[in-house]
């Protein structure tokens, strides 16, 4: 069975950074794209950062603040947001496009939450 477990979420003031992570696990053969999105109450979830390898994709309203790496080793993703800012305040899922046993899917974790407040 494969999970995809988030850490790192919480309350930073405006301003400030957190890193979050995200580790597969499971009987995984290839990791493709891994990535995260985010979801603000009342909003629609939204794309925040891909890398689909040694490529990276970030929306506009991240760019120049946030980073996005992987460990393929450790099928681990991270996400370095800086100069966070309340509107960045939202739940985020961590999300991975796997083969598998089963086969491919895409795989979400459980969400963490991101609060920026003074």
């Known amino acids: 069975q494969v999970q995809l477990v988030e850490s790192g979420g919480g309350l930073v003031q405006p301003g400030g950074s957190l890193r979050l992570s995200c580790a597969a696990s499971g009987s995984i053969f290839i990791t493709y794209t891994m990535g995260w999105y985010r979801q603000a109450p009342g909003k629609q979830r939204e794309l925040v950062a891909i890398?689909?390898?040694?490529?990276?994709n970030y929306a506009d309203s991240v760019k120049g603040r946030f980073t996005i790496s992987r460990d393929n080793a450790k099928n681990t993703v991270y996400l370095q947001m800086n100069s966070l800012k309340p509107e960045d305040t939202a739940v985020y899922y961590c999300?991975?496009?796997?083969?598998?046993?089963?086969?491919?899917?895409?795989?979400w974790g459980q969400g963490t939450q991101v609060t920026v407040s003074s």
């Open positions: 999300y991975a496009d796997l083969r598998t046993t089963q086969g491919r899917f895409n795989y």
């Open positions: 890398i689909p390898g040694g490529s990276t």
